[in-house]
């Protein structure tokens, strides 16, 4: 695998590099985040920069789970709206058509 194995996209891919490319967007930004909020926090109470950089790494960790987990959550909401907006016009046509539905028959007593 060469330099130019990754320059086509690998073909088979397709749509899932699209969303990898997206999540890994936002594990990155979160876990600078994350890095960023817990050390300031961490040296607003009074440690030294040496700690609150090791707490600020491993805050970075955790902001990256939340951050993986809500692009997730996001990326398959866009997905399952795109699939609805897809099906919605398959389905009017399909229920425009259909007879109305017949009443139960009735069933006599005696």
Do not use: N, Q
């Not at 695998?1 to 990898?20: E, F, I, L, Q, T």
């Not at 979160?30 to 817990?38: E, T």
């Not at 960790?61 to 099906?87: E, K």
């Amino acid at each position: 695998m060469g330099k130019g194995a990754k320059a086509d996209g690998g073909g088979a891919k397709g749509s899932s590099s699209v969303v990898a490319m997206w999540v890994s967007r936002a594990r990155a930004g979160a876990s600078l985040l994350g890095f960023a909020i817990v050390t300031y926090v961490s040296r607003g109470a009074g440690m030294g920069w040496t700690d609150a950089a090791y707490h600020g790494l491993i805050g970075a960790v955790a902001f990256s789970f939340v951050g993986w987990f809500c692009a997730l959550l996001v990326i398959t909401g866009l997905m399952r709206t795109a699939a609805r907006d897809v099906t919605a016009p398959v389905t009017r046509r399909a229920t425009a058509g259909a007879p109305e539905a017949l009443p139960p028959p009735s069933v006599d007593a005696g």
